[in-house]
């Protein structure tokens, strides 16, 4: 019996799809690789093309969302690979590839601002932390912790009380303190700008500074990642975490506790004569985060 690919879920934006004047070129072919989303065989090519363009197609996400069995589709890929996450791993670069064009396209679900409340409400994000706790340090796996990555950050960030309550209820920042610590620089990177727009958030702030345990394991990963940019230098990392302590600093329970417990290259002289060479060259590169971190020397009377 013939497959009948079952029609899309028509919404204001997609009726008259069929030949509507003035369309989009290429549309037709969009809406045709969405419904190839539901059919087996032809799926992983529709995730690659689809993957390709999503940055070009504005209105792609309502049409993932909106049309029948797509989010299905893109989940299934995703809880597929589950098994291949076990010791002793087993994950191919053709599987993580295939998952994390799937996960492209819940980024940009995850991205526009009528989807992403949908989203959240669907708890899709908890199907992503099984990669999050990946701690293989094979390419497979980062490809996949970091594209992960990419979507929780593209959840954060736009300012959204939502998506920051949805998130403290999670393991999030636990999740992303390791990668912070064990992953590579592009994954720490990522994964302490979510923890940075937790923090810059009053909510986030709260719950962080609540206990003493929450507060010195925030603190003491943006204390070894300081030891570790004295060796492997990277300004947009060190941005981060000076960004979060200077936050932290904004809490008067933390405040107390950074002015003894902030690594003490951090307390050098700020001009820059005393700081180690490789952090002193990233401050001269970045004029935003020497700012920052004479404020956070001020804030903890310091200087």
Same mark, same amino acid.
């Given at each position: 019996m013939e497959y009948m690919t079952p029609p899309l879920l028509v919404t204001g934006r997609m009726q008259g799809m069929g030949a509507t004047p003035g369309r989009p070129p290429g549309a037709e072919e969009v809406y045709h690789l969405v419904q190839d989303l539901r059919i087996s065989e032809r799926r992983e090519n529709a995730l690659l093309e689809l993957s390709k363009r999503r940055e070009s197609l504005m209105d792609l996400a309502p049409i993932l969302w909106h049309s029948v069995g797509t989010i299905v589709a893109l989940i299934q890929e995703i809880v597929c690979i589950y098994p291949q996450l076990s010791a002793p791993p087993s994950l191919t670069a053709p599987a993580s590839n295939r998952v994390c064009n799937s996960l492209a396209l819940l980024q940009c679900v995850a991205s526009h601002p009528e989807t992403r409340p949908l989203f959240l409400k669907a708890h899709i994000p908890l199907l992503l932390y099984p990669f999050l706790n990946t701690v293989s340090k094979e390419r497979p796996f980062e490809y /996949?912790? /970091?594209?992960? /990555?990419? +979507?929780?950050?593209? *959840? +954060?960030? +736009? $300012? $959204?009380?939502? +998506? %920051?309550?949805? /998130?403290?209820?999670?393991?999030? %920042?636990? *999740?992303? *303190?390791?990668?912070?610590?064990?992953g590579s620089e592009l994954s720490k990177t990522v994964a302490t700008f979510i923890v940075q727009k937790l923090l810059l958030d009053d909510m986030g702030l709260t719950y962080i500074c609540a206990t003493a345990e929450r507060f010195y394991a925030v603190s003491s990963v943006l204390a070894k990642m300081v030891a570790t940019l004295q060796k492997s230098p990277s300004i947009r990392l060190l941005k981060h975490v000076i960004r979060c302590f200077l936050r932290l600093s904004d809490n008067p329970r933390a405040r107390e506790a950074l002015r003894q417990c902030l690594p003490e290259c951090l307390q050098a002289d700020p001009t820059l004569q005393c700081l180690p060479p490789p952090i002193a060259n990233c401050l001269r590169e970045d004029s935003a985060t020497k700012r920052w971190l004479l404020q956070l020397l001020s804030n903890l009377n310091l200087r």
């Open positions: /996949l912790r /970091l594209t992960s /990555l990419g +979507v929780i950050g593209a *959840l +954060v960030k +736009v $300012d $959204d009380a939502e +998506v %920051i309550n949805f /998130l403290l209820q999670t393991e999030i %920042i636990p *999740l992303c *303190l390791r990668i912070m610590e064990t």
